[in-house]
């Protein structure tokens, strides 16, 4: 069963109910206008064998294919973001030909993909890869076709892609083609691609690489297309050599034959270069293209900018210190503002020892072309700088204290990308790099576990609002016990209030209107009481059984006269008044000591 619908003008997203198809063997939906993602019940498909997707609009992450029986897997000339997971093929033993070239895909070249032993061909060219090439890129005895150009790859070119070994009747020297060109990769080219004995096309171009040309890879074999439009029998006849990269401080113009020699004002370091001697030598211009590079906020920097002004002398420039010589030694620049990239150009200052842009907006990639420099001091802790340190930085000695005590170690130039210290870099004993395990930055030299320049990130805002909404919620809890406590309260001042004082309430001897207590202590019994009444002054008032159980004499306090103060218990808004009342002795009462005929005064609820 398969769907064949190439070079139809089909636009619109891929259905997803085609993943009901459980016989489907062949997607080939090519040169369409297909967009959104790829739905995962198509990806989940157990038996196809062929996907092509080729020149689509196709967008999102790259899904899980769980087809075990998976031969041809093409994506290419699409707009796929994110990087590539290390479990997206449940193919490993049936895949041939993965094509993903030209869209967005960053991240690095997972080591999943050197388990793909029958694969002929790979192309992941055209994207935001960094890292490294695996070097175990060897395993791939059967490969044919390797394109990884047009990223941002760093470090060496493996030899192993050199390996030769029997599988299936076949020696595992199949290398036709290999396009490394326009990367960031350094060192040498391999000794060992010489015993690639079909290789036809080696483009190693605009990268970083030194030394020369080994002549046993030279062959008119390779780079054909290099002497298109020259004669052999030219002046200088044909190097061979040249196909494969022009020497040091030369330059194919336009990517053919002749290479020709730089100009006095400018250098080439590097091999196989095609566009142009670009790399400058005088200490202005170095330091013009490193402004230009990094004054991308509204075209300044914070603080004073001097630095485009061409009547201040370079030494002067702010940041900068130089010895007596006037050779640029320092440039310090932390938290200036700086967004842009670093200028590969810093490199080539030749008396440069400090170089410090920490705490600034910097992205892109760390240049290897810092390993020129006789730098003691690099920090670019608290950028954006993604991808990881180059291995000729790593192998640096003197950087950092680097290559102390015969120890050399990426971490201390920067902390690599899922890490952090407080410095951003590994200083030790002080501060080694440590995992991040909730929210892992993606960039080089994180002082904490969070994007620089983005607070603390999506996980920040979650943290913070959870914990806000925790707050608020604690809060209104508190508030509605306190408020429910203090309506209690209130509830009992009043129900206290409008409660009648009874001859319970009363000391010895004492009255109210008509309510009395014996001289004894002893109230009047509840069952010979008679309802009686006795005018305060503010009204009538009556006792109430006492079955009722009301004995709250130590509520009404009977102060002396002349220290008294009128006692209210009300609460705001309470329809009922508070009265003083003025008692005395009972009548009755024949004691002459002095203090008991002090007056006593009682605040008492007038019912209005």
Not at 124 to 129: E, G, T
Request: glycine share 8%; aromatic share 6%; hydrophobic share 35%.
């Amino acid at each position: 069963m398969a769907i064949v619908m190439g070079n139809t003008k089909f636009s619109g997203t891929i259905p997803h109910t085609i993943g009901a198809l459980s016989k489907l063997k062949i997607i080939r939906m090519a040169r369409n206008k297909i967009d959104g993602t790829i739905p995962r019940q198509v990806a989940a498909l157990p038996n196809l064998v062929n996907i092509d997707f080729f020149e689509n609009r196709i967008t999102g992450t790259l899904p899980y294919f769980a087809s075990e029986h998976l031969e041809t897997l093409d994506l290419g000339h699409n707009d796929l973001h994110g990087s590539i997971p290390n479990k997206f093929l449940a193919s490993k033993k049936s895949l041939q030909q993965l094509f993903m070239s030209q869209n967005r895909l960053s991240g690095s070249i997972p080591e999943i993909l050197m388990d793909l032993t029958r694969l002929d061909t790979l192309d992941l060219s055209s994207n935001i890869l960094h890292g490294t090439i695996p070097k175990n890129i060897g395993n791939l005895l059967l490969l044919q076709h390797l394109k990884l150009n047009n990223n941002f790859l760093v470090g060496p070119i493996p030899h192993t892609l050199a390996t030769s070994s029997q599988v299936n009747g076949k020696m595992g020297d199949l290398l036709e083609t290999i396009h490394l060109q326009d990367n960031q990769l350094s060192g040498t080219i391999p000794l060992q691609f010489e015993y690639l004995p079909k290789l036809n096309t080696l483009m190693l171009h605009e990268n970083k690489l030194t030394g020369t040309v080994p002549a046993n890879i030279c062959s008119e074999n390779i780079n054909k297309s290099f002497f298109q439009g020259t004669q052999p029998n030219s002046e200088n006849g044909r190097n061979y050599c040249d196909a494969i990269s022009c020497p040091v401080d030369m330059v194919a113009l336009d990517g053919t034959a002749p290479c020709v020699a730089c100009n006095n004002l400018h250098y080439n370091p590097y091999i196989g270069q095609t566009r142009s001697c670009n790399t400058v030598l005088s200490q202005r211009e170095i330091l013009k293209h490193f402004y230009e590079n990094t004054s991308q906020n509204d075209g300044k920097w914070n603080g004073v900018n001097d630095w485009e002004d061409d009547k201040t002398f370079l030494c002067d420039f702010t940041g900068v210190t130089c010895d007596k010589d006037f050779h640029v030694t320092e440039i310090k620049l932390k938290g200036r503002g700086l967004k842009g990239t670093i200028s590969d150009f810093v490199g080539f200052l030749p008396y440069l020892k400090t170089f410090d842009v920490s705490d600034n907006e910097l992205a892109g990639f760390l240049p290897s072309d810092l390993r020129w420099a006789p730098l003691e001091l690099l920090d670019i802790s608290g950028n954006s700088i993604r991808g990881v340190v180059p291995p000729t930085l790593c192998d640096k000695a003197g950087v950092n204290s680097n290559g102390n005590n015969g120890s050399y170690d990426c971490n201390k130039i920067a902390c690599p990308i899922g890490t952090y210290s407080p410095s951003g870099r590994e200083r030790i004993p002080l501060h080694t790099c440590s995992p991040c395990h909730h929210n892992n930055p993606t960039v080089l030299g994180s002082k904490s576990c969070r994007e620089f320049g983005v607070a603390s990130g999506a996980f920040g805002f979650i943290v913070f609002f959870v914990t806000l909404s925790v707050a608020v919620a604690v809060f209104v809890v508190i508030r509605m016990k306190r408020r429910s406590r203090i309506d209690y309260q209130e509830t009992m001042q009043e129900l206290e209030m409008q409660r009648p004082i009874t001859a319970l309430d009363l000391g010895d001897g004492q009255s109210i209107g008509g309510i009395d207590r014996a001289a004894s202590g002893t109230p009047t019994s509840a069952r010979n009481k008679k309802r009686c009444t006795g005018s305060g002054r503010g009204g009538m008032y009556a006792d109430i059984p006492d079955d009722r159980g009301f004995t709250h004499s130590s509520a009404l306090p009977y102060p002396d006269a002349e220290n008294s103060s009128t006692v209210s218990g009300m609460s705001k808004g309470s329809a009922i008044e508070t009265s003083s009342i003025k008692s005395g002795k009972s009548r009755g009462s024949n004691t002459s000591d002095e203090s008991n005929n002090k007056d006593i005064w009682l605040d008492v609820p007038r019912i209005t």
